[in-house]
């Protein structure tokens, strides 16, 4: 039987993994582990990548960043391309930068990263063996991936070129706030972002008990940073790890 999420396949365009770079990175799968369930299985030949799974499959992953590394700890949203080198030469051409050039991923696919016009860095992924997460839109898993960004239009334009993304206001009130779509179906959201913020993508996972994840959190060792709120679809908090990863919790409805 399928399971909600399950997934075995994705469309160019559509986010399909998430990883977490962290400066203590089995701290950081105690404290993910003991919030959401997930069971680590460190990857045989990956340099001390952790694949977190739950329920046997794949969700995301964690690692180590270097000693010294002058970057905080943090999500990396990926994107599915068909071609990870040509969208990288894409995406410069729009005016963005490269954070990581392809590269080869043991047989599994193709990585890189970019930084868009305004900031924001965004993995890309093209599937070989290893198609991402095996779950999505669960408990547990991940659910929603928005960009912060200082410049909505421009950013829109950008993404909108580079992965053919619908990007249409949905909400004018309390703020701003862009949903995104990929083949007509939701695939992120998008809100402004005032500086000294710098631009970003946060990663939603679900939580079916938001006030319950929202005490976990402070017992685990982290701390939340936006309370439990109300959104048009269900509730929403933003938190950071006991390493200053930041992410968010969304409890509601979602897709299959």
């Known amino acids: 039987m399928r399971r909600v999420g399950e997934r075995t396949s994705y469309a160019p365009g559509v986010f399909c993994w998430t990883d977490l770079g962290t400066t203590d990175a089995p701290g950081a799968v105690a404290f993910y582990s003991g919030l959401f369930g997930w069971e680590p299985v460190e990857m045989p030949g990956g340099g001390g990548y952790t694949l977190m799974r739950l329920g046997g499959a794949d969700v995301c992953g964690v690692y180590g960043l270097p000693d010294g590394a002058r970057t905080m700890p943090a999500w990396t949203s990926y994107v599915a391309v068909e071609d990870a080198a040509a969208t990288v030469a894409a995406a410069v051409a729009l005016g963005a930068g490269v954070a990581r050039d ?32 095996g779950r999505v839109n669960d408990v547990g898993t991940m659910v929603l991936n928005q960009l912060n960004t200082s410049d909505p239009d421009a950013a829109a334009a950008f993404y909108s070129e580079l992965f053919g993304w619908e990007v249409t206001q949905v909400q ?27 631009p970003n993508w946060l990663v939603y996972f679900t939580s079916e008990d938001l006030d319950g994840s929202d005490a ?7 701390a939340v940073v936006v309370p439990p709120m109300a959104i048009q679809d269900g509730r929403i908090l933003v938190a950071r790890d006991p390493q200053y990863g930041f992410f968010a919790l969304y409890e509601g409805e979602v897709d299959p």
């Open 102 to 133: 392809t590269l080869e991923v043991m047989g599994l696919g193709r990585s890189a990263a970019v930084t868009d016009p305004q900031g924001a860095l965004l993995g890309l992924w093209e599937a070989g063996s290893f198609i991402g997460a």
């Open 172 to 198: 004018s009130q309390p703020a701003p706030y862009w949903g995104i779509t990929a083949g007509g179906h939701l695939n992120g959201g998008m809100m402004g972002l005032a500086p000294p913020a710098p």
């Open 216 to 222: 976990l959190i402070v017992d685990l060792g982290g």
